[in-house]
């Protein structure tokens, strides 16, 4: 990864960290006529949509790992619950957190808003606008 893909996950730092901000809202659930329900749906603030679409286009949405058994893996599991492992997570580590929560939502419909919901997303930025700041770091 190099230093602009870093950034470019920092750069969520600001919207994520504004009072009150929610990932989405669950819409739906209705009935529109009788006997006919609507679907309940999730209804994404435009930060997730771009912050997704951020993830594709600077390459953080990795396609060469088994997404799936590393999500089940010990070092997954303490990325996701620890923030003392978030808190030096190397770049290759916050792609793979990336992938699994946008993939994850492909076959669970919410799965990213729990994502956004519990903090993990905004530590995975906290953590990229360190790594963006850091001269020291092996960044491009």
Do not use: H
């Amino acid at each position: 990864m190099t230093r602009a893909d870093i950034q470019a996950l920092a750069d969520f730092l600001p919207p994520l960290q504004q009072p009150g901000f929610t990932a989405g809202n669950v819409r739906g659930g209705e009935q529109t006529e009788p006997g006919v329900l609507q679907m309940p749906f999730i209804d994404y603030d435009p930060v997730v949509d771009a912050f997704v679409e951020a993830a594709y286009r600077q390459s953080w949405v990795l396609t060469d790992f088994d997404w799936q058994v590393w999500a089940q893996s010990d070092e997954a599991k303490a990325l996701q619950g620890e923030e003392a492992a978030i808190a030096t997570a190397t770049p290759e580590q916050l792609g793979r957190l990336i992938t699994v929560c946008v993939r994850q939502e492909r076959f669970c419909e919410g799965a990213l808003m729990s994502a956004f919901d519990s903090g993990l997303i905004l530590r995975i930025v906290e953590r990229a606008a360190v790594l963006a700041g850091d001269p020291s770091s092996d960044l491009g």
